[in-house]
């Protein structure tokens, strides 16, 4: 299986930066997408942004110019450089991988699934 482990969350005040990181490791053959989504109490799981192989990049309306997600293919890891950060971007934020498995169907193909990190805390104080 493959394990995303992320750090980097805790409180900060409005105005101010975190980064968030997310390693991957396991049974990984190729990742392909990674993303940070974010819920908040209350509310639905949304996207912040997503990064795919080939570095094209998407960005919720919200954080656009404020986020920036890169990643470390050397590495299996995404980041998330938060800044100007708002009391709004207060939630538990969780790394997303799409990721081609080491493990094989009967006809040799790799699987793939998409997989979860447990995430980390953002807190922002206004």
């Known amino acids: 299986q493959v394990q995303l482990l992320e750090s980097g969350g805790g409180l900060v005040q409005a105005g101010g930066s975190l980064r968030l990181s997310c390693a991957a490791s396991?049974?990984?053959?190729?990742?392909?997408?990674m993303g940070w989504y974010r819920q908040a109490p209350g509310e639905k799981r949304e996207l912040v942004a997503i990064i795919t192989s080939i570095d094209s990049t998407k960005y919720a309306d919200s954080v656009k110019g404020r986020f920036t997600i890169s990643r470390d293919n050397t590495k299996n890891t995404v980041y998330l450089q938060m800044n100007n950060l708002k009391p709004e971007d207060a939630a538990v934020y969780y790394c997303?991988?799409?990721?081609?498995?080491?493990?094989?169907?009967?006809?040799?193909?790799?699987?793939?699934?998409?997989?979860w990190g447990q995430g980390t805390q953002v807190t922002v104080s206004s």
């Open positions: 997303n991988a799409d990721v081609l498995t080491l493990a094989t169907f009967s006809d040799g193909r790799r699987q793939g699934n998409t997989f």
């Open positions: 396991g049974s990984i053959f190729r990742i392909n997408a």
